[in-house]
């Protein structure tokens, strides 16, 4: 944990007793709690700041959908932030915020990865606005950090999708289509998150408790365009991916039809043709058993040109047959 | 039948005469009808109470739509409540309540499981705040009872979603897609049932009657967060359901399309072969009936190395063959 | 036609001159009419009443919309009731209803019908409030008895569709699609029918010409509600024909999958054997013409056990295979 | 051009001299512009009367979607109508009006058919109000007008589509289909016209310029009633052509299927028997070239029931298949 | 850059010294900057007129989507402009306009193509209202001409799917499905550009600022429908997309179908008249070894009618199933 005024300090591993130090008026405090090991703490800060009971338990219960609700003394914010791991796996963490008058605490579901690692390093260099503003400024530094975690996911997200498109327009496969399956349900749980996020900072900007300042409005509203952004890249990927989808199917029947028509015209060729060799390779004999002529069984085959004829004719009928196919655009 | 004050008192199977002494200035009373066998004591209470005839109406027709209706004395709400039965499938019954000034009536539609068990218990139990408040607490209590039997259900049917979208992936078979179907069904049930969930809490948050206090709002605002919840799950298993029953068009596709590969293929190959067979089967004779020799008729059949060129130029065909196939990709 | 009033008269195929006589201050007449045969009675009332032209036409020009309008002195609501007749066809019929001070006159499209027998049974026997309340109410229990037709009618397109789950599930033939795409058509239709209808009922609740009461506006909101479960039913239905059709797509292709699998597993199977049974059927000679011996000719045709061993070599093939295809499960 | 009073004048031909003498107060009078050609006049018209260039130039650029515009002086409304031609051709034409304090004016793309014949007949004739109303009525008349030339086209639209239902289920082909997307084009178009008709007839409805007077309004509801059943039809037969495509494909996924039984079942059937054939037909020589009894090469083909017995043999195969094919109800 | 008043200068690449004395009370100054390469102009500008630092971020991130932010002096709007380049493929671009007291700030991404090039011309030429009006006229000629370089894009891509629907009813092919799958991502694109597009023009018609007269509002309203039109013609192509693409589905279906008729028509007719020449290609011997007679070893081939026979048994086959094929509708 640590603690931030215009002169900086920061503490780490306090203890209970240190946070009765923590709040000193016309500072402000952000007391960040790693990962919900330490229910201890965030238990006597409730109860020294007046937290509900219930938002507590939405702190302890993750999987909440992204929310916000303010109460007289504080705002509490629900959300859901995403990142890459090291395997590039997508991993999702619930981080709840409570905004109240000069302070801040912040509540991560994973002790290790800090997705407001960039609003600590921007405190510390003392850079910009951020040690100069209010609670609620810093409030929108640690909202603005959750969803700039969003961006390089869901560009992971596009571009993968748009390899998969390039990998369906050469050949469709089970695994293409499994991988385009996958990155639809994340695009599926990305809408989830990001969908209420917008409302959740739109209510922050007409929040009516005089906890957000309209300084802090104004950097507000630009992350109320990146949530709308957020909703529309997701959007756009999913009604991608849908039209891959499509498009796949579309490809395998025409793949289907392809391998149908060589089927066909191969089968359609030979088929005739080994019925007439079949029909030579009869055994109809040209002499009774009793020694009699039987001149009409089978006299082509003992004609001089008998042989030749024949072939010559399964070759007619074989062109002919290719003609048709042409001309039915089959080949 | 059961009543609880302050300090608490339970009764069973209650007549109604009972009832006659059931309400109490100052104390808050619970009647609980288990299952619409009995129909005499409802009409007493509503005779008694002055509940609206087509409210009592709505309480026996079972299958109602949920709904709240605010009438100048009390609240009446209509839920469906579910719960899985010992062979795990799903159950409904219909649920209403009757909130009132110190009173609430609450009336089940099968008598044999019990959804407010939990709230029995505490209030039996004496534990949380739910004997320090008013009826309006009461009712919030057995709504969120209810709501709260809709999460393992959907869980459930959340995991068997995840089952069958590996078992598509496996291998897709009529059974796969037959559960998936029900699934699908089961999930049409619940948002017919969630929906409107919803529009009743919210009417209860903004009631107007001052039935419900500020106390219990508070608490319904979480109950509407959770059937917010309860709608983002079935709808996002909606999607679920209706992304892998295209998963599994284009799995079958697929496989149809890889079985005709491999019939095209086989054929394709040992077609054209079986044909050379067969005109090397066919009896064209070398001799006349008259015995004057037919050069033209079939002079390979007599050729030293007939036999092994056209075993040659059978396998060159073969191999010519795989060779096109490969270089399109069908092997 | 017939007049009713705290006595209760009643008169049928009165002409004109009767019409005179129906209206009595302090009592409520209700005319109604069968048929739109008799256009005169209409035309003379209008005339009477003062009813506007536009509405007059939308009551004779049948396959209106449903709708509502409310003129200074009465309401115009239009509405299509639906029915079984003799054969279980649906039959649709415009209802016209005008509610003025005082009287409701009722003009149904089809005289062999009348979906308001309810009514007139309950009014004959003088039970219920109907006789005690106004105008107003008599026209909600008019409205209640189109709107309570609806139901067995999508009752029975429910349970139809059920069987055609069933048979779907059995074998999906033709005529199943079909039947299943006759109950889609028939839900369309309804539709049409039944989401204007809320629009006309809530209309009435929030009428603002007083010809509505507060006593009969309490009816009308479970008039209300009973649209909202018409709407409800129908948009289920809907969602379930959907699912069917798409589950019988999925039905045809796995059955498509499963016919193709079983002719290449038997094509793949004895194609390559008759192949190999055309080698050993060809003519090449052992000895030339000439009377050379020709030992490369297949000599096979020759050995002791040429036969017994092409016929093993025939049988290994084959179960080769055969384990090929259960090994990619296709057996 | 023509202009009409209570007593009626009208001018065809007309020039610009006699456009001056065309207003006279108290009288209604209605320019109408048959066709683009005559550019001049409207721009003389725009410069008396005040319309604004950007009307004049939507007036001009014809494809415009329709919508309405009110400024001080006059109401600017452009719609889109729709016509038969001589072929059965769905024709549509952007037709403009304004509407002022005591004039119309009315533009019409295409000069070769006149939508607002029916109005300048019941203006000849003084038959019905038109003749007694002012402006305002006479702007409803010609929209009215435009409104119902409409229904003709799309009752055709739904004929076509019935008949198309019929095919589909008769027999499914390529025409069919071509002819059912060419209809979905045009429900297409027309939704694209009929949607913000809908929202013209509303605006005209909440008029506040006071062009439009209450007698006016209430016909005008008629007419907006009018464009809500238009956009009724519209979807109904886009939701109808949507079902139809679906069901097009089902048939065809049918009969793929009928005909791969039929193609799986007589394969499976002979091509074992072939194989058989092909067996026998083999060459194996009972005696070796050096004369030796080879008694392992096809004993059968010398048995005395050998033939008779194989025949006995490959119709068990057949009839046991046959059998089989019935259970598997592919028969 | 280039400053137009009543009287026109224009100066073209001028530095920040010029930027100076550009500002002249009574007078419209336009600055408009080709491309993000020289940012110091920018920042010097934005020091001057105190532009929010969060807008500059906005022009320098391109890729935005479209929006409209309102501050005390100035109004942001960030669009995105569209057009062909050279080789007809379709080119994005960033354009911001801040639009102040007497000057218009335009930033184009990209240099080498000009989008706001009518504009100048006219203001060059000084024709029309420009020279005449404010800053706010010019803003709105500079957003119009934004919004006229959609309109031949989208032209082009109706254009193209025109001739996709043509290419799709003549012969479905990959490289069609592949053209259409292209256009459909263009118009997904579009999409994501026009609709926030109505909002900006909504927002600017009902500014607040008093920065936009009555004037040029009344201008973007033909502004405003423009993008409306817009974003129909975008939606009518989406729709016209999606029914190609189902129409393309049924097309390679129906191909399926034709074509497995062709295979199963061939197969049927061949492969038992095959069997059958297979049956009389059998070597059953008519004497067994020892020389006994063996009369029931096919004495059909013995026969003297024997293959006359089989031939017309064989043609019989094969006209009664070409007559039950014609029944079956399959030729």
Known sequence: ?????????????????????????????????????????????????????????????????????????????????????HERMIRGEQVSLFLGRGFVISVQEEADYDVFEPVCARLRSGRGQIRKSGADYLAYALLDSVIDHYYPVLEAIGAQVEDLEDALLEKPSRDTVLMLHGQRRHLTQMRRFVWPLRDVVNSLLHDSTGLVGSHAKLFLRDCYDHTVQLMDIVESNREVTAALMELYHSSVGLRTNEIMRVLTVITSIFIPLTFIAGVYGMNFAPVSIEGNKLPLNMPELYHPYGYIGLMALMGLIALVQLALFRKMKWL
């Not at 005024?5 to 306090?14: G, K, L, M, N, V």
């Not at 338990?57 to 791991?85: M, W």
């Open 1 to 85: 944990m640590r603690y931030d005024q215009d002169r900086f300090e920061e503490t780490t591993h306090a203890g209970i007793a240190d946070l009765e130090r923590a709040f000193e008026p016309g500072k402000v405090t952000w007391i960040n709690i790693d990962g919900l090991g330490d229910i201890e703490v965030l238990q006597h800060l409730a109860a020294r700041l007046d937290l509900h009971p219930l938002a507590i338990e939405d702190v302890l219960n993750t999987g909440q959908r992204p929310k916000i609700e303010q109460s007289p003394g504080y705002v509490f914010i629900c959300l859901q932030a995403v990142h890459h791991d």
